[in-house]
């Protein structure tokens, strides 16, 4: 079963929809486009957020 993590539930207005196969591999293609389409360091994202991209994660 596929992850899947949709940037819109973390209140971006955006449609990019980011899948893995486990969620160690979503957090790092996450942070990936955050970093690229959304100018946040990957470094500084505090544990705040991350708690709440976890619970944005979503089982296909
Ligand atoms: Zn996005």
Redesign the pocket.
């Known amino acids: 079963m596929a992850k899947v993590l949709r940037?819109r539930d973390l209140g971006?207005d955006?449609p990019?929809e980011i899948r893995a196969q486990t969620e160690d591999e979503l957090l790092k293609l996450a942070a990936e486009?955050?970093e690229k389409?959304?100018g946040f360091s990957a470094a500084m994202i505090p544990p705040s957020i991350l708690a709440m991209v976890k619970s944005a994660i979503k089982d296909e």
């Open positions: 940037c971006m955006c990019k486009h955050a389409d959304h």
